[in-house]
């Protein structure tokens, strides 16, 4: 990894730890609540705290997943693809071969 992706990694992800628990803890707190007001017994997955961890584990990761995709995409990928072809210098093969697929016969 160069220095770019290990700036890029610093400055983009550094909240991420901060920002995972406090959305699992808001996940957490919601769907305790909901299952607490849930009258319905076929919502079984509401009322135990193995099910209520999993759907809070499910948003968690939902906005982790987001969140990376849409850092990516707005700064690492234009980086590679877009206006900044100058930093596609470090590919040994040139810019030409970055996306093409080898074939060997």
Known sequence: MNSYEKHFSKT???NIA???IVIHIFSLAFF????KFEEIDADFILKSGKGIAVLASTVTLSF???YG?????KRLVVRYTGDFRERSYIYPSGRENVFKKEHSD
Do not use: A, C, Q, R
């Open 69 to 73: 995709i849409y850092i990516i995409d």
């Open 18 to 20: 901060l920002w995972t």
């Open 12 to 14: 983009s992800f550094k």
């Open 64 to 66: 982790l997943t987001i």
């Open 32 to 35: 305790s609540i909901v299952g």
